[in-house]
DNA sequence: AATACCGGCGAGT
DNA sequence: TCATACTCGCCGGTATT
Protein backbone atom coordinates (compact mmCIF):
# COMPACT_ATOMS: atom_id res chain seq x y z
CA UNK A 1 0.00 0.00 0.00
CA UNK A 2 1.08 3.32 -0.98
CA UNK A 3 -0.47 6.68 0.38
CA UNK A 4 0.13 10.19 -1.02
CA UNK A 5 -1.50 13.32 0.01
CA UNK A 6 -1.20 16.96 -0.91
CA UNK A 7 0.90 19.66 0.39
CA UNK A 8 -0.62 21.25 3.24
CA UNK A 9 -1.55 25.56 2.62
CA UNK A 10 -0.80 27.06 5.90
CA UNK A 11 -1.63 30.92 5.97
CA UNK A 12 1.54 32.77 8.43
CA UNK A 13 -0.43 36.04 9.86
CA UNK A 14 1.60 38.94 11.49
CA UNK A 15 0.23 42.09 12.24
CA UNK A 16 2.58 44.89 11.07
CA UNK A 17 4.75 46.50 13.86
CA UNK A 18 1.86 45.71 16.51
CA UNK A 19 1.95 47.81 19.35
CA UNK A 20 3.21 51.03 17.28
CA UNK A 21 0.05 50.43 15.02
CA UNK A 22 -2.11 49.91 18.27
CA UNK A 23 -0.97 52.91 19.33
CA UNK A 24 -1.33 55.07 15.54
CA UNK A 25 -5.13 53.56 15.65
CA UNK A 26 -6.06 54.76 19.31
CA UNK A 27 -4.20 58.26 18.50
CA UNK A 28 -4.28 58.83 14.98
CA UNK A 29 -2.33 62.40 14.75
CA UNK A 30 0.77 60.24 15.55
CA UNK A 31 0.38 58.48 12.27
CA UNK A 32 3.38 59.03 9.89
CA UNK A 33 5.75 60.29 12.75
CA UNK A 34 8.30 58.46 14.24
CA UNK A 35 7.02 56.28 17.23
CA UNK A 36 8.67 54.37 19.67
CA UNK A 37 7.58 51.78 22.54
CA UNK A 38 9.10 51.87 25.53
CA UNK A 39 9.61 49.58 28.32
CA UNK A 40 10.95 52.10 31.47
CA UNK A 41 12.78 50.60 34.17
CA UNK A 42 12.45 52.89 36.44
CA UNK A 43 16.07 53.72 37.36
CA UNK A 44 16.79 57.16 35.90
CA UNK A 45 14.22 59.17 33.61
CA UNK A 46 15.04 57.76 30.08
CA UNK A 47 16.49 54.00 31.36
CA UNK A 48 14.95 51.27 29.48
CA UNK A 49 14.60 49.41 26.37
CA UNK A 50 12.44 50.07 22.86
CA UNK A 51 10.39 47.14 22.83
CA UNK A 52 9.19 47.94 19.05
CA UNK A 53 8.57 51.13 16.65
CA UNK A 54 6.68 52.05 13.58
CA UNK A 55 8.16 52.75 10.01
CA UNK A 56 9.18 56.16 9.89
CA UNK A 57 11.19 55.66 13.14
CA UNK A 58 12.69 52.17 11.54
CA UNK A 59 13.98 54.42 8.60
CA UNK A 60 15.78 56.51 10.74
CA UNK A 61 17.45 53.82 12.48
CA UNK A 62 15.51 52.79 15.46
CA UNK A 63 15.55 49.03 16.39
CA UNK A 64 14.04 46.67 18.80
CA UNK A 65 16.11 46.22 21.98
CA UNK A 66 18.53 49.30 21.53
CA UNK A 67 18.37 51.33 24.72
CA UNK A 68 15.61 54.41 24.96
CA UNK A 69 18.36 56.90 25.59
CA UNK A 70 20.46 55.81 22.04
CA UNK A 71 16.66 55.76 20.25
CA UNK A 72 16.35 59.25 21.76
CA UNK A 73 19.66 60.23 20.33
CA UNK A 74 18.92 59.10 17.05
CA UNK A 75 15.43 61.47 17.07
CA UNK A 76 16.57 64.31 18.83
CA UNK A 77 16.25 66.64 16.20
CA UNK A 78 12.99 65.39 15.02
CA UNK A 79 10.29 67.56 16.84
CA UNK A 80 7.13 65.27 15.91
CA UNK A 81 8.81 61.62 17.23
CA UNK A 82 6.95 60.28 20.58
CA UNK A 83 8.04 58.21 23.01
CA UNK A 84 5.10 56.37 24.31
CA UNK A 85 5.41 53.48 27.59
CA UNK A 86 4.65 50.09 26.87
CA UNK A 87 0.69 49.28 26.93
CA UNK A 88 0.21 46.09 27.09
CA UNK A 89 -2.99 45.11 28.60
CA UNK A 90 -4.39 47.47 25.58
CA UNK A 91 -2.27 45.59 22.90
CA UNK A 92 -3.47 42.15 24.40
CA UNK A 93 -7.05 43.26 24.28
CA UNK A 94 -6.93 44.07 20.63
CA UNK A 95 -5.19 41.07 19.85
CA UNK A 96 -7.09 38.47 21.80
CA UNK A 97 -10.40 40.15 19.53
CA UNK A 98 -8.43 39.25 16.86
CA UNK A 99 -7.70 35.69 17.46
CA UNK A 100 -10.88 34.72 18.48
CA UNK A 101 -12.41 35.99 15.44
CA UNK A 102 -10.05 33.70 13.53
CA UNK A 103 -9.79 30.87 15.85
CA UNK A 104 -13.74 30.66 15.67
CA UNK A 105 -13.32 30.44 11.76
CA UNK A 106 -10.40 28.36 10.99
CA UNK A 107 -10.40 24.27 10.95
CA UNK A 108 -7.02 24.93 12.50
CA UNK A 109 -5.41 27.68 14.20
CA UNK A 110 -2.50 28.04 16.49
CA UNK A 111 -1.55 31.76 17.89
CA UNK A 112 2.21 31.76 17.55
CA UNK A 113 2.93 35.10 19.60
CA UNK A 114 0.68 38.38 20.44
CA UNK A 115 0.90 39.56 16.94
CA UNK A 116 1.07 35.79 14.78
CA UNK A 117 -1.17 33.19 13.76
CA UNK A 118 -0.88 30.19 11.59
CA UNK A 119 -4.42 29.31 9.58
CA UNK A 120 -4.15 25.99 8.09
CA UNK A 121 -6.71 25.52 4.85
CA UNK A 122 -5.32 22.47 3.20
CA UNK A 123 -8.94 20.53 2.87
CA UNK A 124 -9.95 22.86 -0.08
CA UNK A 125 -6.44 22.10 -1.74
CA UNK A 126 -5.44 23.60 -4.99
CA UNK A 127 -2.21 23.48 -6.76
CA UNK A 128 -2.11 27.24 -7.33
CA UNK A 129 -3.34 28.10 -3.81
CA UNK A 130 -6.24 30.03 -5.19
CA UNK A 131 -8.31 28.75 -2.28
CA UNK A 132 -5.66 29.70 0.63
CA UNK A 133 -4.99 33.14 -0.66
CA UNK A 134 -8.68 33.91 -1.19
CA UNK A 135 -8.76 33.27 2.45
CA UNK A 136 -5.68 35.36 3.32
CA UNK A 137 -7.35 37.85 1.41
CA UNK A 138 -10.49 37.73 3.33
CA UNK A 139 -7.97 37.70 6.84
CA UNK A 140 -6.48 40.78 6.10
CA UNK A 141 -9.49 42.86 5.16
CA UNK A 142 -11.59 41.65 7.86
CA UNK A 143 -8.64 42.62 10.43
CA UNK A 144 -8.41 46.14 8.28
CA UNK A 145 -12.20 47.05 8.75
CA UNK A 146 -12.58 45.50 12.49
CA UNK A 147 -9.23 46.86 14.16
CA UNK A 148 -8.21 49.01 11.50
CA UNK A 149 -4.71 47.07 11.46
CA UNK A 150 -2.36 45.94 8.62
CA UNK A 151 -0.69 42.99 8.77
CA UNK A 152 1.29 40.71 6.39
CA UNK A 153 0.52 37.03 5.32
CA UNK A 154 2.39 34.38 3.65
CA UNK A 155 1.07 30.91 2.24
CA UNK A 156 3.35 28.06 2.48
CA UNK A 157 3.24 24.23 2.39
CA UNK A 158 4.55 24.61 5.92
CA UNK A 159 4.62 26.72 9.03
CA UNK A 160 7.89 27.54 8.52
CA UNK A 161 7.82 28.80 4.24
CA UNK A 162 4.38 30.51 5.43
CA UNK A 163 5.89 32.31 8.09
CA UNK A 164 8.88 33.22 5.77
CA UNK A 165 6.96 34.15 3.06
CA UNK A 166 5.36 36.55 5.31
CA UNK A 167 8.32 37.63 6.86
CA UNK A 168 9.51 38.30 2.87
CA UNK A 169 7.19 41.51 2.72
CA UNK A 170 6.34 43.65 5.37
CA UNK A 171 4.66 45.71 6.26
CA UNK A 172 1.43 45.20 4.77
CA UNK A 173 2.87 42.56 2.73
CA UNK A 174 1.10 38.99 1.01
CA UNK A 175 3.65 36.75 -0.30
CA UNK A 176 2.70 32.86 -1.53
CA UNK A 177 5.24 30.28 -2.36
CA UNK A 178 3.93 27.41 -4.09
CA UNK A 179 4.89 23.64 -3.59
CA UNK A 180 8.14 23.22 -5.31
CA UNK A 181 9.28 26.64 -4.96
CA UNK A 182 10.60 26.20 -1.56
CA UNK A 183 14.45 25.38 -2.38
CA UNK A 184 14.28 28.37 -5.21
CA UNK A 185 12.93 30.65 -2.42
CA UNK A 186 15.06 29.73 0.11
CA UNK A 187 18.13 28.97 -1.29
CA UNK A 188 19.56 32.51 -1.89
CA UNK A 189 18.81 33.95 1.46
CA UNK A 190 21.25 34.43 4.30
CA UNK A 191 21.03 31.88 6.61
CA UNK A 192 20.50 34.09 9.35
CA UNK A 193 16.99 34.53 7.30
CA UNK A 194 16.43 30.83 8.23
CA UNK A 195 13.60 30.80 11.26
CA UNK A 196 15.48 29.52 14.36
CA UNK A 197 18.87 30.90 13.26
CA UNK A 198 20.44 33.70 15.27
CA UNK A 199 23.78 35.63 15.66
CA UNK A 200 25.10 32.66 18.01
CA UNK A 201 24.19 30.18 14.84
CA UNK A 202 24.91 31.95 11.99
CA UNK A 203 28.40 32.83 13.53
CA UNK A 204 29.02 28.92 14.21
CA UNK A 205 27.95 28.41 10.50
CA UNK A 206 30.23 31.21 8.74
CA UNK A 207 33.04 29.40 10.48
CA UNK A 208 32.57 26.33 7.96
CA UNK A 209 32.17 28.37 5.13
CA UNK A 210 28.19 28.44 5.20
CA UNK A 211 26.16 31.32 4.50
CA UNK A 212 23.25 30.96 2.44
CA UNK A 213 20.84 28.57 3.04
CA UNK A 214 21.21 27.28 -0.14
CA UNK A 215 24.85 26.06 1.44
CA UNK A 216 23.35 24.79 4.55
CA UNK A 217 20.75 22.68 2.71
CA UNK A 218 23.75 20.78 1.70
CA UNK A 219 26.02 20.17 4.31
CA UNK A 220 26.43 16.86 5.75
CA UNK A 221 24.27 15.55 8.65
CA UNK A 222 26.92 13.91 10.67
CA UNK A 223 29.03 17.62 10.73
CA UNK A 224 25.56 19.59 12.01
CA UNK A 225 24.83 17.15 14.44
CA UNK A 226 28.03 17.61 15.92
CA UNK A 227 27.86 21.18 15.52
CA UNK A 228 24.23 21.66 16.94
CA UNK A 229 23.40 18.46 18.78
CA UNK A 230 21.45 15.99 17.90
CA UNK A 231 18.13 17.29 17.68
CA UNK A 232 18.97 21.42 16.58
CA UNK A 233 21.61 19.67 13.69
CA UNK A 234 18.81 17.94 11.66
CA UNK A 235 16.23 20.07 12.24
CA UNK A 236 18.44 23.02 10.60
CA UNK A 237 19.07 20.34 7.25
CA UNK A 238 15.50 20.11 7.14
CA UNK A 239 14.43 23.84 7.26
CA UNK A 240 17.17 24.83 4.97
CA UNK A 241 15.37 21.90 2.33
CA UNK A 242 12.29 23.19 2.84
CA UNK A 243 11.12 20.36 5.09
CA UNK A 244 9.00 21.76 8.01
CA UNK A 245 6.25 19.09 9.39
CA UNK A 246 5.29 21.02 12.25
CA UNK A 247 1.30 20.59 13.08
CA UNK A 248 -0.73 23.73 12.85
CA UNK A 249 -2.11 23.26 16.89
CA UNK A 250 -2.61 25.00 19.28
CA UNK A 251 -0.12 24.16 22.23
CA UNK A 252 -0.81 24.32 26.06
CA UNK A 253 0.60 27.01 28.08
CA UNK A 254 4.20 25.31 29.20
CA UNK A 255 5.68 27.72 31.47
CA UNK A 256 4.51 31.49 33.29
CA UNK A 257 7.36 34.09 34.34
CA UNK A 258 7.47 37.53 35.83
CA UNK A 259 10.70 40.03 36.42
CA UNK A 260 11.20 43.29 36.90
CA UNK A 261 14.59 45.40 37.13
CA UNK A 262 15.50 46.55 40.31
CA UNK A 263 16.37 49.73 41.08
CA UNK A 264 19.86 49.25 42.03
CA UNK A 265 21.23 46.31 41.65
CA UNK A 266 21.22 43.94 45.05
CA UNK A 267 24.20 41.77 46.31
CA UNK A 268 21.63 40.09 49.22
CA UNK A 269 18.29 38.76 49.29
CA UNK A 270 16.64 41.98 50.44
CA UNK A 271 13.42 41.74 47.72
CA UNK A 272 10.14 41.08 49.37
CA UNK A 273 8.49 43.80 48.61
CA UNK A 274 9.29 42.72 44.52
CA UNK A 275 8.49 39.24 44.99
CA UNK A 276 5.45 39.44 47.21
CA UNK A 277 3.59 41.27 44.31
CA UNK A 278 4.61 39.42 41.29
CA UNK A 279 4.36 36.12 43.33
CA UNK A 280 0.22 37.42 43.35
CA UNK A 281 0.25 37.68 39.83
CA UNK A 282 1.11 34.60 38.66
CA UNK A 283 -1.05 32.97 41.10
CA UNK A 284 -3.87 34.74 40.07
CA UNK A 285 -2.92 33.74 36.52
CA UNK A 286 -2.67 30.19 37.12
CA UNK A 287 -5.82 30.42 38.89
CA UNK A 288 -7.57 32.18 35.98
CA UNK A 289 -6.32 29.49 33.78
CA UNK A 290 -7.37 26.67 35.84
CA UNK A 291 -3.81 25.57 36.14
CA UNK A 292 -1.76 24.10 39.19
CA UNK A 293 2.52 24.26 38.73
CA UNK A 294 4.77 21.74 40.44
CA UNK A 295 7.45 23.71 39.46
CA UNK A 296 8.70 27.11 40.88
CA UNK A 297 12.22 28.58 39.86
CA UNK A 298 13.81 32.22 39.84
CA UNK A 299 15.66 34.40 37.55
CA UNK A 300 18.46 36.91 38.09
CA UNK A 301 19.89 38.99 35.64
CA UNK A 302 23.12 39.97 36.66
CA UNK A 303 24.72 43.53 36.32
CA UNK A 304 26.76 42.03 33.92
CA UNK A 305 23.94 41.08 31.93
CA UNK A 306 24.14 37.21 32.71
CA UNK A 307 21.27 35.19 33.40
CA UNK A 308 21.25 32.86 36.07
CA UNK A 309 18.75 30.53 37.40
CA UNK A 310 17.44 28.08 40.18
CA UNK A 311 14.68 26.02 40.38
CA UNK A 312 12.96 23.42 42.38
CA UNK A 313 9.92 20.60 41.84
CA UNK A 314 7.49 20.59 44.47
CA UNK A 315 6.59 17.82 46.55
CA UNK A 316 2.72 18.58 45.46
CA UNK A 317 1.29 21.54 42.50
CA UNK A 318 0.51 24.63 43.78
CA UNK A 319 -1.97 27.42 42.69
CA UNK A 320 -0.48 29.31 45.99
CA UNK A 321 0.97 32.78 45.65
CA UNK A 322 2.32 32.09 49.18
CA UNK A 323 4.25 29.27 48.34
CA UNK A 324 5.30 30.18 45.42
CA UNK A 325 6.65 33.24 47.38
CA UNK A 326 8.09 31.23 49.98
CA UNK A 327 9.98 28.94 47.28
CA UNK A 328 11.49 31.77 45.09
CA UNK A 329 12.28 33.34 48.72
CA UNK A 330 14.18 30.58 49.19
CA UNK A 331 15.73 30.05 46.23
CA UNK A 332 17.18 33.14 46.19
CA UNK A 333 18.78 32.96 49.53
CA UNK A 334 20.44 30.17 48.20
CA UNK A 335 21.61 31.74 45.62
CA UNK A 336 23.50 34.55 47.12
CA UNK A 337 24.66 32.28 50.11
CA UNK A 338 26.14 30.49 46.48
CA UNK A 339 27.17 33.30 45.09
CA UNK A 340 27.82 35.87 47.18
CA UNK A 341 29.33 38.13 44.49
CA UNK A 342 26.60 38.46 42.51
CA UNK A 343 25.37 41.58 42.27
CA UNK A 344 21.59 41.08 40.67
CA UNK A 345 20.21 44.13 38.31
CA UNK A 346 16.95 42.36 37.34
CA UNK A 347 14.96 39.86 38.97
CA UNK A 348 12.06 37.23 38.46
CA UNK A 349 10.11 33.94 39.20
CA UNK A 350 9.08 31.61 36.78
CA UNK A 351 6.73 28.80 37.18
CA UNK A 352 6.63 25.84 34.88
CA UNK A 353 5.44 21.84 34.91
CA UNK A 354 1.77 23.58 34.42
CA UNK A 355 -1.13 21.09 34.62
CA UNK A 356 -4.45 21.14 34.63
CA UNK A 357 -6.19 20.97 37.99
CA UNK A 358 -8.07 17.40 37.77
CA UNK A 359 -5.10 15.97 36.42
CA UNK A 360 -4.20 12.98 38.22
CA UNK A 361 -0.68 12.25 38.44
CA UNK A 362 1.73 10.31 40.61
CA UNK A 363 1.06 7.77 43.18
CA UNK A 364 -0.49 6.85 46.88
CA UNK A 365 2.98 7.98 48.38
CA UNK A 366 2.30 11.72 46.75
CA UNK A 367 -1.30 12.14 49.39
CA UNK A 368 0.37 9.96 52.27
C1' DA B 1 19.39 1.94 31.22
C1' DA B 2 15.69 4.94 31.23
C1' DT B 3 13.62 8.97 33.33
C1' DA B 4 13.60 13.20 36.11
C1' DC B 5 15.63 17.20 37.54
C1' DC B 6 18.61 21.21 37.11
C1' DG B 7 21.11 25.31 35.29
C1' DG B 8 22.52 27.44 31.10
C1' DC B 9 22.02 29.04 26.30
C1' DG B 10 19.83 30.52 22.15
C1' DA B 11 16.03 32.40 19.63
C1' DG B 12 11.79 34.58 18.87
C1' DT B 13 8.17 38.48 19.54
C1' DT C 1 24.03 53.78 23.39
C1' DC C 2 23.52 50.79 27.39
C1' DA C 3 20.91 47.22 27.33
C1' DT C 4 12.59 45.16 28.89
C1' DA C 5 9.44 41.43 29.53
C1' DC C 6 8.01 37.64 28.25
C1' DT C 7 7.73 32.58 25.84
C1' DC C 8 9.61 28.23 24.07
C1' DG C 9 13.02 24.51 22.96
C1' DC C 10 17.22 22.22 23.61
C1' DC C 11 21.73 20.86 25.73
C1' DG C 12 24.79 18.50 28.90
C1' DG C 13 25.45 16.97 33.51
C1' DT C 14 23.87 14.66 37.45
C1' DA C 15 20.53 12.30 40.46
C1' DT C 16 16.97 8.97 40.99
C1' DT C 17 14.74 4.68 40.31
Known sequence: MTSSSNPRAIIALDLDYFYAQCE????????????????????????????????????????SGMSIAFAKKILKDNASAVFLSI????????????????????????????????????????????????????????????????????????????????????????????????????????????FGVGPKTSEKLKSINVSTIGELALVNEEKLSDLFGRKLGPSLKDWANGRDESPVVEKPIEQMSRIVTLKSDATIFEFQDVLQPISEDLARKLHSSGLLCKSIGIIGITDALKVKSRSKSLPVPTESGKIIFETASELFSN?????KESRLRRIGIKISDLQGMHSKIGSLEDYF
Not at 37 to 49: D, L, P
Not at 335 to 339: I, K, P, S
Open 24 to 63: EVRNPAIRDKPVVICVYSGRSEISGAVSTSNYPARRLGVR
Open 87 to 194: DLEYYQSVSDRIMDILRSRSEKFEQASIDEAFVEVSSQYDSGYLNAIKVAKAIKEDILSSEKLTSSVGIGSSKLLAKMAADSKKPDGFAVILPGEERSFLGPLPVGKL
Open 335 to 339: FFEEE
